[in-house]
Structures are given as C-alpha cells and as structure tokens.
C-alpha cells in the first residue's frame, strides 16, 4: 500500500509543479513592460521619445521602431505598420484611436477575439489586444458596420475606450499577422 501511496504523491507533486510553472509562465506574459523594454531581446532597443520620421515619406516606417518581425504602432501619427522579420514593411494603414492610449514601449499580444461588442456597443471583429491601463484593455480591432453618421469616426471623448479601429481590410491583415505572443511596438 505504501508503494502506491508514495506514487500517487509523486504524481500529484509533478501536476502541482506543471500548473505552478503554467501559472507562473502566464503571468510573466502578460505582466506589462516598463515602457522602452523589449520581452522578446534585451538588444533591442525600442526609442520611447518621437522618432524621427521621413518628411518626403510620411508613411515610411519611422527609424528606432526596432529589428525583426513587428507591428509599429504610432500615437502621433495614429498609424500601423506591419513589418515582416526582414524589416520590409508589409502594410501601412491610418487607425483611429480610442480615448486611452498605451504607453510607448514593447508589448506581446496576449489575447484575440474573433467578434465581440466593443465597449462603446459597436460589434467589432478580429480583436487583438496588448496591453491595459487603468482597467480598460488595449488592441486593434475593426468595426463589422461603418459607424452611423452621428456616432462619427472618433470615438465619444466621455467613454474611456481602447480600441485602435482599423477598416476591416485592415483588420484582416492584422488578425492574420499578430497572433499570441507577437510583438507591438508602440512610438510617439
């Protein structure tokens, strides 16, 4: 009896310790990130302050965005790059921001949504959310109808929303391209 007494503790450890790893793993992914670090290599510097843009390309993607396979996200200039590992930028697109803004720095995405209702009610599609401040989550996501000519485009400056909004061509790219664990750069 001691025998599998003793085996069933060592099994029970084993599945303590696998779900403490699992636990531990989840956190360290989705913990946010000081701004201007990077999760994925310490070598790769993020510049946190305005980057310098090219004035006879304003949609080229802006130097110090970092190295590798990204998606560039800009608050000055409220727009998206997608760069593939090669450093060759696969799309540009306008974005129309929420009423909360990440800070700059590096981010994983950590969760997607294929439809849901956004929290300003309107039914979006292909969410992919980064980060959260103060509670309200930060991601891309596109609008399944255009807004009704008195909603507008922007979003109501009352509500305090994270949606980046993209048209829905947009949203498609970006569902495809940024699954878990991809990396946001976000700039001034």
């Known amino acids: 009896m001691t025998r599998s007494s003793s085996g069933f503790v060592a099994g029970l450890t084993a599945a303590a310790l696998v779900t403490v790893g699992v636990l531990a793993y989840q956190a360290s992914a989705t913990a946010p990130l000081r701004p201007g670090t990077d999760r994925l290599s310490s070598s790769t510097p993020v510049t946190t302050s305005k980057v310098p843009r090219d004035t006879r390309h304003p949609d ?32 540009t697109f306008a974005v129309v921001p929420g009423t909360v803004d990440p800070a700059p720095g590096s981010y994983l995405v950590t969760s997607r949504s294929n439809s849901i209702t956004g929290t300003d009610g309107t039914p979006i599609e292909h ?20 807004p009704r000519p008195q909603q507008g485009l922007a979003p109501d400056p009352e509500q305090r929303t994270g949606g980046i909004r993209e048209t829905r061509p947009d949203g498609d790219v970006m569902w495809e391209f940024a699954t878990i664990g991809e990396r946001i750069v976000v700039i001034h």
């Open 60 to 91: 080229a993607l802006p130097r110090g965005s970092g190295k590798g396979k990204r998606v560039v996200y800009s608050l000055d200039d409220d727009r998206v790059w997608i760069v593939a590992a090669n450093g060759k930028v696969l799309r």
């Open 127 to 146: 969410v992919v959310r980064f980060t959260g401040v103060d509670g309200v989550a930060i991601g891309f996501s596109a609008a399944v109808r255009p």
